[in-house]
């Protein structure tokens, strides 16, 4: 797309969302450019009424070929930590703030991940308002610092208050949620594990962060 416009998702986001409207939107979707070198607009998945949202930043190479977000080694870590702070993952509805996987041609020809910009995380908001508006969760918990600055804005600052309960604010980027969670609550993103050189001990705080929004959450 010429000039990197970005009219938004608005436009694509039907009136009465359901996971498969939901799912044919964000495939159909031109609100931004990153569809273009993209196989998959990739929807959130989990029950339409989980108490707990978790969002994460954009699909990655195996999300984009499959189609489903958090499939991919991510995912999988996400889901080991999930269930050893106590919650079922797939009690959990697992989206990103992005719905389509950004990347750049490796050396080896291989797709690397290239995290999306702030017009990106901008542009495809209303998917996630649309999303929040559908299953409408007790408690979101924001992985990394694109989750936690698609809804608290570019000044939030993951080291400063990470695994505290925070208020939901008024809007996410001007929009407001019909039933908006009570709480949100932001901590270090699975991918970041993967990398860390302390991984044993990043799991470990990823885990009692996800143990402290598990205690938040009314049965
Ligand atoms: N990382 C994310 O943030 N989301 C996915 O779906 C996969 C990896
Ligand atoms: Fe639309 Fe979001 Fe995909 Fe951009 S990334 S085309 S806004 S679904």
Redesign the pocket.
Known sequence: MAGKQAPGAQRWVPDRVTPQRLRAGVDQCRGCELYENATHG?PGRGPRDAPLMVV?????D??DKAGE????P??KLLDRALAAAGIDPESVY?T?AVKHFRWERGRRGNRLHKGPTRTHVAACGPWLVAELDMVQPQGVVL??AT?AQSVYGSDFRITESRGVRLDWPDEIRGSSVVQPPDWALATM???AVLRSRQREDDLARLVEDLERAAGLLIP
Do not use: I, K, M
Not at 69 to 72: D, E, K, S, T, Y
């Open positions: 990739v994460g930043e954009q699909p990655g195996q999300e977000a958090f499939v991919g991510a995912g697992r990103n992985l990394g989750a993103h699975p991918s």
